[in-house]
């Protein structure tokens, strides 16, 4: 049964539905599977992720796999999430789970891939900062940083 959600969910609220929250680095596609589904062309990609620092629960493995919906087709793909392989991102990840798929693979909790500057500041849609999440980061402004992310995790 699917379930359908009427807004977009909140920073607190991707915190509270993820698996693994993790900073690091995407690498790949190192697979993609054609999606034979809607009107428009989607793909599957593979990325491997080396877990640079993790903020929440635990890495089965040195390196998990993420998989990533895209538009587009196997040779040209548009990916719905940041996994540029050279940017570092903050990334709030649910086990994907099915019949042979392996135990070390992940899907983006609503999207929750963001990239992270050198700073230390993770670009977050402002749609996704709502009252409860600034309050319990620490955040007045706009954005959050690695650190005001790590604070809402721990609450």
Do not use: K
Request: glycine share 10%; net charge negative.
């Amino acid at each position: 049964m699917s379930t359908t959600y009427d807004a977009t969910p909140s920073l607190f609220e991707r915190v509270v539905g993820s698996d693994l929250i993790l900073l690091g680095v995407a690498s790949g596609p190192v697979r993609v599977e054609r999606l034979d589904s809607g009107e428009r062309p989607r793909v599957h990609g593979w990325f491997e992720m080396r877990p640079e620092r993790v903020l929440d629960g635990e890495p089965p493995s040195s390196t998990i796999l993420m998989r990533v919906i895209g538009e587009g087709t196997e040779d040209d793909a548009h990916w719905l999430v940041p996994v540029s392989g050279e940017t570092p991102v903050l990334a709030m990840l649910t086990r994907d789970i099915g019949p042979d798929l392996p135990e070390n693979l992940f899907a983006p909790c609503f999207a929750g891939v963001y990239e992270v500057s050198a700073d230390g500041g993770v670009r977050v849609p402002d749609d996704a900062l709502d009252r409860v999440t600034r309050e319990l980061a620490g955040s007045d402004g706009d954005g959050l940083t690695v650190d005001q992310v790590h604070r809402l995790v721990e609450a």
